[in-house]
Structure formats: C-alpha cells, structure tokens
C-alpha cells in the first residue's frame, strides 16, 4: 500500500515533466525541411452536401518525419510511435516502413460547393424527411467552385461521383448525365467532373420505403495519358484553307462584277428615264400632230367639197357650149342658151375660187411632203394634173385660133378686132398662168426634196388663175353680148365654137382628173388620220410602259446598290475570315494542347492541401462521403446497473489493470 501510494506520486510527475518539455523539442524542429509524403482528405458530409467534418492521413516512407498542418489534433495509425505537435509543427521518428498520422481539420475550405436537395411528389423536402417514403423522386445534384477556398485544386482535380440506388426500392430510374451500371442488386451512377468545371443534374425515380447508401465523391489530381492523331484533321484543315482561300477570291470577283453591275444598271436607270421623258415628248408632239392634222382634215374636206361645184360648174359650161354649138349649127343662137354660157362661166369661176380657198387651206396646215405621200399611197398620178393644164393651154390656144378666124369673117373683123388685143393678151396671162402651174406640179417629180417648195408656187398660180379668169369671164361676157348681136357668117362661128366645145371636153376632163385626186387624197388621208390615232395610242402605251419600266429599273438599281455592298461585305469578311483562318493550324495545335493539358492533369508539384510549407508532396487526393439515408431503428435500451468500485479499483482501472 505504501509503495503504491509513493508509485503513483512519481508517475503522475514524470507525466507532467515530459509534457513540459514536449513544445521544446517541437520548437527547435521549425526549421527543418517538410518530409516526402503524400495526403488523402477524407471529407464526411451531411445528407444535403454540407461539410460535416474533415480529416487528413498523411503517409510517409519512414525515418525522422518532420510535416507541417493546422490541426485540432493528431494521432498516429498503424504503428505506436510517438507523435508531437508544436503549432502547425508536426514531427515523429520510426523504423516502420510505411508510416502513417491523422490530424483532424477545424473549419476547413474544401474545393467545392456540394449540393443534394430532395423532392418527393414534387414537393421539396429533407433527406431525413424521404427516408421510408414512397412516391416519385426527384435528386437535384450541384457541384461549384468554392471561390473561399485557396489554391487551384478546383481547376485541378477531377471529381467522380457515385450513387447507389437498390432496384428493390427503386425502379424507372432517370440519369440522362450518368453512366449507369449494374452492381449486384443496385444500379451505380456514375458522374465524372471534370477540373474545372461543376456540375447541375436530376436524378429521377419511383421509389419505395426510399433509403439510400452514402454517396461517394473521390477527388484525383487528373493524369491522363491521352494522345490525338491530329494528321486527318490537319488536312480536313488544309482543304478548309484552300477553300476559304476559294471563297474569298470568288467573293473579290463578285464584289468587282457587281459593281460593274452597279455601272450597268445606272446607265439602264439613266436611259430608261431618258426613254420616259422621250415618250412623253413624243405623246404630246403625236397629240399635237393629230390636232392639226385634224385641222388639215378639216381643209380637205371643203376643198373637195368645193371640186364637185368645180366638177358641176365645168360640166355646166360644157353643157353650155354644146348648146351653143347646137345652136350656131343650127344657126338659131338663142338668149337663154347666151344666158346659161354666162351662168356656167360664173359658175367656174366661183369653183375656181373656192378651189383656190382650199388650196390655201391645204398649204397653211399640210406640208408638202406628207401631201405627196399620201397622194402616192393612193396611187394617184400626179403627173396627170400638168396634162390638164397642157389640155388648158391647147384649149385657150384654140380660143386665139378661133379669133384669128372670126376676124377673118366678113364683117367681124372690125367687132373681133375691137376685143382681139385684150383677149390676146389675157389669153397669153392665162397660157403663162397655166404653164408655170403645170411647172409647179411638175416639180412634184423631185417630190422628195422640193415639193414644199412647190406648194406655194401652186397656190400662187391658182390665185393668179382665178384674177386671170375674171378677166377671161368677163372676155367670154362681151363675146356673149356681141354673139348676141351678131347676124350672119355663123357657120365660121360655129366652126370655131366646135373647136371650142372639143377643146373644153378635154379641159372638163381634166378637172374631173384633178377634182378625182382631190377625193383620193381625202380618202387617203382618212387612213393618215387613222395611222395618227393608233401612234396616239402607241405612244401613250409607250408611255406608259417606259414609265413602269423606270420604276422597275429604279427598284433593280436599289436591288444591284444593295448587291454591291452585301458582295462589298461579304468579300470584306471573306478577307478577314482568310486572314483569321490562315494559320489555323497552329491555332488547332494550340486548342489541342490546351485542351489535353485541361482534361489530362499533370502530377507535376502537387500542392498540400493543409499547407503550404509542405513542398514534398507526391500526391494529394480527397475521399469525399455523404451520411447514408436510412430509416432510424428504434432499439430496446437496456438499464445495467454500474458495478460501484473502491479507490483502490478506480486506480487500478486507470492503469488499465482492473
């Protein structure tokens, strides 16, 4: 008993001493280089991800070890070595080959944010609170980086995740982001994330009395082996190059041809409001030579409205001397038929001033050569007109014949004599008249050229024809009124009126000749006027029609101005899209290394997790589990009563002896 109680004294301060100088001993080992070693971070979460508590086993190959770590505590696994800790110090010495101390982590930063939320029948619940139920069930699995936690072990580390779900309590199982496999009784989803990226994917199910096994996250610092024959791709790349080479020179000649285009189509723009401003033009000059052909017309119809009192006038006189004739050779020479002579010569004379009216009519609204054009579609002969006033000439030739023979008459000579200078000399006025028309028309024969020219001349003749014939009727009134006195010798005189009557026969023909061309080129000219309504409507359609294919020209140059700066952009962005692709090769080179580099991992220098005094590392890796959901069991709690002790069985049970 006394030996004891002195025992007990003397172990209780060995204790105390040898704790004492434990921080001693650690604080002279700052300084000493970390150990080679490797770390595995076992990280147990709650039901819903959040970190429940964390822990380190740190492994090395024996020897002196000295480590570094922020722990709430240490403990040696495996072997009975003893361990101390100073600070973030941590050292201890072994024979063992392998050796192996927990430290348990306070507060810890992990890599990542884990999220499980739980709905059952569409409703949100905990995961305690699906536990035993039944009904459809919906997992929301989220992984995202931990912006709080220091380090790249984020970009790093790949994750793989496991589920298990018993096909006994589960069926119509919905993973579309898992890789699903079949392990005994249960089906194992597996999701693998990759460094650097998170996760955000539904786990479905029918389930019944629903429980769960812990689901498994391991972390590794990615190391993979992977090799891309990039030899197929790089040609597929070649022949993009050339083709985009292609591209942008067949743009270049696009954007060239279209502004060629663009050229062309201005210049179409240009004569097609060149040809609606024509048309317009000439719509109003057609409308304005309608209106005057009209007037024209209008001329042609009194001029030959006045050749059939011409005509019937002529007919008339014809008439008369017939009579006369009739009457010298029957030498009964009556008043009346003298009368009737009178009549029928102021009858001509009135037809031919009419006629002259008409002629004037016609050269202030015709021009000549669309008069001789119309005469030559009517087929008429023009040269007919200088013939009857040839015929004219002969007959007023006949007409001093005549009056040589009645002054040859005995007993007229004195009578004839008396009006034979005048006569002559009106009848040569009217032989110079009749020839200069006949000149006139017979420079119709240059039709082409002077026929306007002729016109005048022309009328002018008439003009001068109709004063002469006044004369010329006047003349005929004195031979009337001295015939009239006249007795004896009539044979002569009839003799030279038979001249007379065969002589005016054919001037009265030659006005029907005239006065027939006279209603061919109004007939001819009624075709003119229909020819003039159908280029009016010719040109008023053509009008129209420039002005639609103006407005279409103008909507197809917008269109080729908008062609022009799309093949304008398009071969600026074929330029650049050949610039940007020229070394694409050396770009895919580049994205392939990165990107091996980003999914393969390196195991070059890992990091420490617990610190970053440990430069020795050889790997680092995270065992990352989640609580199980699992119905509680009620279990049966049995009452022992508690053996009461002495002292002296309390401190043998200290000892670990009792």
């Not at 040898?18 to 080679?36: I, Q």
């Not at 001789?372 to 006033?389: F, V, Y």
């Amino acid at each position: 008993m006394k030996i004891l109680k002195r025992i007990l004294p003397m172990t209780l301060a060995s204790l105390l001493a040898l704790n004492s100088a434990v921080p001693a001993l650690a604080a002279e080992a700052t300084d000493v280089a970390p150990s080679e070693k490797e770390e595995v971070i076992y990280l147990t979460l709650e039901t819903d991800g959040k970190l429940k508590n964390s822990y380190v086993v740190n492994s090395f190959p024996g020897g002196n070890i000295t480590d570094y770590g922020d722990y709430a505590s240490v403990k040696m696994l495996k072997t009975s070595d003893s361990i101390e800790q100073n600070g973030d110090t941590i050292t201890f010495s072994t024979s063992a080959r392998k050796a192996y101390y927990q430290g348990e982590l306070t507060d810890a930063e992990i890599p990542w944010n884990i999220s499980l939320r739980y709905y059952l029948d569409g409703k949100e619940c905990s995961a305690n609170e699906t536990a035993g139920k039944s009904g459809k069930l919906k997992i929301r699995f989220q992984i995202t980086e931990n912006t709080a936690c220091s380090g790249t072990f984020f970009d790093d580390y790949a994750l793989q995740a496991s589920f298990a779900l018993d096909t006994e309590q589960c069926s119509n199982i919905s993973a579309p982001d898992a890789t699903i496999a079949n392990v005994g009784s249960d089906k194992q989803l597996t999701y693998t994330v990759l460094p650097g990226e998170g996760i955000d994917t539904t786990i479905t199910a029918d389930v019944t009395d629903f429980e769960m096994g812990a689901v498994s996250i391991n972390g590794i610092h990615l190391n993979l082996n992977v090799e891309i024959d990039d030899t197929e791709l790089k040609d597929k790349v070649n022949e993009l190059i050339d083709a985009v080479g292609q591209l942008d020179d067949g743009a270049v000649e696009l954007s060239d041809g279209s502004a060629e285009l663009l050229d062309g189509g201005s210049e179409l723009k240009d004569g097609a409001s060149s040809l609606q401003s024509g048309g317009t033009s000439l719509d109003e000059g057609v409308v304005t030579l309608q209106n005057g052909l009209t007037t024209v017309q209008s001329g042609l119809d009194t001029l030959n409205s006045q050749s059939g009192a011409l005509t019937a006038g002529s007919s008339e006189f014809k008439a008369a001397l017939i009579t006369i004739q009739t009457a010298v050779n029957s030498i009964s020479v009556t008043n009346e038929d003298l009368t009737m002579l009178t009549e029928a010569s102021d009858q001509i004379k009135q037809a031919i001033s009419d006629l002259n009216d008409g002629a004037a009519t016609l050269q202030a609204n015709l021009g000549y050569a669309q008069y001789k054009a119309l005469m030559a579609q009517n087929g008429l002969d023009i040269d007919a007109l200088p013939a009857g006033n040839a015929s004219a000439v002969e007959t007023i030739q006949s007409y001093e014949l005549l009056l040589e023979q009645l002054s040859a008459i005995p007993g007229m000579g004195d009578l004839v004599n008396q009006y034979k200078s005048q006569l002559l000399t009106d009848s040569e006025q009217i032989k110079g008249l009749l020839n200069a028309n006949s000149a006139a028309i017979g420079g119709m024969e240059s039709y082409l050229n002077g026929i306007s020219a002729e016109l005048p001349a022309f009328t002018e003749g008439l003009s001068a024809l109709n004063i002469q014939y006044e004369t010329f009727d006047a003349s005929i009134s004195q031979i009337v009124n001295t015939l009239g006195n006249m007795t004896g010798n009539l044979s002569a005189l009839a003799e030279g009126i038979n001249q007379i009557v065969t002589s005016y026969e054919e001037l009265d023909s030659g006005i029907d000749d005239y006065t027939g061309g006279v209603a061919q080129i109004v007939a001819g000219y009624s075709q003119v006027m229909d020819g003039v309504s159908s280029l009016a409507e010719g040109s008023k359609e053509l009008v129209y029609g420039s002005g639609e294919l103006y407005g279409g020209t103008v909507e197809l140059y917008d269109g080729v101005v908008s062609l022009c700066d799309g093949a304008r952009e398009m071969a600026d962005g074929t330029g650049e899209f050949r610039t940007e692709t020229a070394d694409m090769n050396d770009q895919i080179d580049e994205e392939i290394d990165s990107l091996l580099k980003s999914i393969g991992g390196s195991m070059e220098n890992p990091v420490s997790f617990v610190s970053e005094k440990n430069t020795n590392v050889d790997s680092v890796q995270f065992v990352i589990q989640t609580e199980a959901i699992e119905v509680e069991e009620v279990r049966e709690v049995q009452e022992t009563m508690e053996e009461e002790l002495s002292l002296w069985q309390k401190l043998l049970r200290l000892f670990g002896v009792y």
